[in-house]
């Protein structure tokens, strides 16, 4: 950390963060019934490389106290039109990130929960590309985010492939 960013006043504003970004992550998934609990998602064909249901906990707690430690690295930093754009984007990809499991899970939209993923992708990358920026541990933490993006892009589109006609509001990007 730079010289100008103290240790403890680093934790004290990481913490809450990260313990503020799993909270909400795990709200949003929970109130779309999301997961293998789903009963609709039970029932679709699913690619051969998902995997299991106890990772994407896991894995997803690790992230989003990744994003949380990385916001608060780049919220402490000097004010500056490249932070405030940092931040906006940030939040940006966060706001779509907390979408996605209502739109794939509660509302069975497979392609939508697509677009929103490489929309969320996109966000991420460019969020990344600006924390570098100001603090470039702070980049380096949202790679592993962009990792399972793209994994979750992945997964995604091969869940609309392997199902055609589970899409409650098809946009005929899948040929479904």
Not at 2 to 17: C, T
Not at 26 to 36: E, I, V
Not at 153 to 169: I, K, Q, T
């Amino acid at each position: 950390m730079a010289s100008r960013l103290r240790e403890a006043d680093y934790w004290k504003v990481a913490l809450p963060l990260a313990v503020a970004i799993v909270a909400v992550g795990s709200l949003s998934g929970y109130l779309s019934n999301s997961g293998y609990s789903n009963a609709w998602f039970a029932s679709l064909d699913l690619p051969r490389f998902m995997p299991p249901g106890w990772a994407f906990g896991l894995v997803w707690t690790t992230l989003y106290a990744l994003m949380g430690l990385a916001l608060a690295l780049v919220w402490q930093a000097p004010r500056s039109p490249l932070r405030r754009s940092a931040l906006t984007l940030f939040l940006s990809q966060l706001a779509v990130n907390f979408a996605w499991s209502p739109v794939f899970f509660g509302a069975q939209m497979i392609e939508a929960g697509l677009l929103l993923i490489l929309l969320m992708l996109a966000l991420a990358g460019a969020t990344a590309w600006r924390f570098a920026r100001i603090r470039p541990l702070a980049g380096w933490m949202l790679l592993p985010y962009l990792a399972w993006l793209c994994l979750a892009a992945a997964l995604n589109f091969e869940v609309g492939r392997l199902n055609p006609g589970a899409d409650s509001a098809p946009l005929g990007l899948l040929g479904g």
